[in-house]
């Protein structure tokens, strides 16, 4: 089959040479990838959509949903909220990449991310989100961040593997993602290199402090004087996600900057916490136990922000979360608007 020039291998074609249909459907997955960002980085430059919308759909849907195989009902369509439009003019927002999660269902092998960091990403910071597949070798961060103006890094049930910031593993660190692991570090530390705007949350900041150089605790509810900071059993998810913890803001800090110095209200749902902060991060905010919950990266040329509490959940409705994503959006913008014509360009072949 050929698509733009390109001769690309068919379904059948592509399990024959990779010996299997879960590498090929990588392969397409990627490669859907690769088309829908370029599709939509150069709707962006021109204002408008080098194809109709119901023919960029498609592939929008997929990478939303981040499914390794077609599936008709997504869990997360049966929950009662508003429907997002992830079509038409929404897709000439400038990009933000969101690495995903291996998650296995039904029999399948999912790259998943939660749509609560999708619904944030397109309403709150106004920009729109891809998914980006987490392969454990294979793949050039680089040629990711050429194709987006952002990377926003979100929670997720898993934890780092010890090993990567020097530890070894117990039966208790678990569960781990290696791929991951693999995908999310090295995206972070050049999408910092090169300036681009950079927010991580939860498992997010954990993963900026280890690509850094730092460490991390598990189960800090165990040490003298630290709060339970673990997500509330026995509730829904709302109260999964309450407001109830109170986090202190450093004067003359990144985040101070956006939400102003002094205390505010958030939700707490972590069994880790840094340890050893990375030497490039400042500490920005603390719990009133001295739990790290903020972080930015010293000499970060562009919003380079970490968060452990989860501002995604309530972005639409919580003013400090609010904030703290439109800061994030406005960022993603700036970057995009100064990115010269030829890499625009590039980013499109």
């Not at 390109?6 to 059948?12: A, K, L, V």
């Not at 709707?43 to 997929?62: D, E, R």
């Amino acid at each position: 089959m050929t698509l733009r020039g390109q001769s690309i291998p068919t379904r059948s074609e592509g399990r024959a040479k990779h010996g299997g249909g879960r590498d090929s459907s990588f392969s397409l997955l990627a490669f859907g990838i690769r088309i829908a960002i370029g599709s939509a980085r150069g709707a962006y430059q021109n204002q408008q959509l080098s194809a109709s919308p119901g023919t960029a759909a498609p592939f929008t849907a997929q990478l939303v949903i981040g499914q390794s195989q077609a599936l008709t009902s997504p869990p997360f369509w049966r929950q009662k909220r508003r429907a997002e439009d992830f079509t038409g003019a929404n897709m000439t927002k400038p990009i933000v990449a969101i690495p995903a999660d291996i998650r296995s269902f039904d029999g399948a092998t999912w790259h998943a991310v939660q749509h609560q960091y999708l619904s944030a990403a397109l309403n709150a910071a106004g920009v729109m989100a891809f998914l980006i597949p987490a392969f454990e070798a294979g793949y050039d961060p680089d040629a990711v961040l050429d194709r987006i103006d952002g990377l926003l890094v979100s929670g997720s049930a898993s934890n780092v593997h010890p090993s990567l910031y020097g530890a070894e593993a117990t039966d208790r660190d678990g569960p781990f993602d290696p791929a991951r692991d693999a995908t999310s570090l090295p995206l972070i530390c050049r999408a910092i290199d090169r300036a681009i705007p950079l927010l991580a949350i939860c498992r997010g900041i954990q993963e900026l402090n280890v690509a850094l150089g730092g460490s991390l605790a598990s189960e800090i509810h165990e040490q003298p004087g630290i709060w339970d900071h673990r997500r509330p059993e026995g509730v829904d998810r709302d109260g999964m996600y309450a407001i109830r913890q109170t986090v202190h803001i450093k004067e003359g800090s990144c985040i101070a900057d956006i939400l102003g110095p002094g205390d505010i209200r958030v939700n707490s749902l972590h069994r880790q916490a840094i340890a050893r902060t990375a030497p490039r991060l400042q500490v920005e905010a603390t719990a009133e136990d001295g739990t790290v919950e903020a972080v930015s990266v010293i000499d970060a040329k562009a919003f380079a922000v970490g968060v452990q509490w989860h501002p995604e959940y309530w972005a639409e409705t919580d003013k400090a979360s609010n904030k703290l994503f439109a800061a994030f959006g406005e960022a993603v913008r700036s970057y995009a608007a100064g990115k010269p014509p030829t890499v625009a360009a590039q980013a499109i072949v």
